[in-house]
T-cell receptor
């Protein structure tokens, strides 16, 4: 079946521009995550959705970052007034929910959007 | 706070040789541990995961990992590497928060395979 897809795959923005990155999770997956991967680093958690509810946004680096998932499927990560330090690969992951206190389901990652801010 | 350390930034191995990638974690509760592989331009693919039980975990592509609580380690091994194993490998710990398991990753180990 189809995996997690992200668009665009590459985005070049001038400093100060707003950008919107899209994530299409695997159909039926309850959980959706956004991660930021800087060059030469491991991914870092940004935010988490359970259906349409954003339950954890502790990793968003500033109030310029905003994420939404209004219908509990597609998600958009928006970055306002982009800065050079925002240049990174933005990864989206989704997983089903296994219920219980801890989720043991695998997170499936998309190919990422590579953002370059000039 | 939780953290993951991958002490080897880059490892070079001959094709057919054995491989061990090191991972140490710090987490106050019961750790959920993962190894992911990332090829250029690709997303992260799960190799294996550990939640509880048998400390030796088998994964895809012939990889295995052993959880050692006393050493806070979760090292990845493969008895004989193939050229197609060249990639970036990430160890991660799952951190339970609001019912989700957000992942904290190490900085990765880049694996190069030589003929």
């Amino acid at each position: 079946g189809a995996g997690v897809s992200q668009s665009p795959r590459y985005k070049v923005a001038k400093r100060g521009q707003d950008v919107a990155l899209r994530c299409d999770p695997i159909s039926g997956h309850v959980s959706l995550f956004w991660y930021q991967q800087a060059l030469g680093q491991g991914p870092e958690f940004l935010t988490y959705f359970q259906n349409e509810a954003q339950l954890d946004k502790s990793g968003l680096p500033s109030d310029r970052f905003f994420a939404e998932r209004p219908e509990g499927s597609v998600s958009t990560l928006k970055i306002q007034r982009t800065q050079q330090e925002d240049s990174a690969v933005y990864l989206c992951a989704s997983s089903p929910s296994s219920g219980g206190k801890r989720n043991k389901e695998t997170q499936y990652f998309g190919p990422g959007t590579r953002l370059l801010v000039l | 706070a939780q953290s993951v350390t991958q002490p080897d930034i880059h490892i070079t191995v001959s094709e057919g040789a054995s491989l061990e990638l090191r991972c140490n974690y710090s987490y106050g509760a019961t750790p959920y541990l993962f190894w992911y592989v990332q090829s250029p331009g690709q997303g992260l693919q799960l190799l294996l995961k550990y939640f509880s039980g048998d400390t030796l975990v088998q994964g895809i592509k012939g990889f295995e990992a052993e959880f050692k609580r006393s050493q806070s380690s979760f090292n990845l091994r493969k008895p004989s590497v193939h050229w197609s194993d060249a990639a970036e490998y990430f160890c991660a710990v799952g951190v339970s928060n609001f019912g989700n398991e957000k992942l904290t990753f190490g900085t990765g180990t880049r694996l190069t395979i030589i003929p």
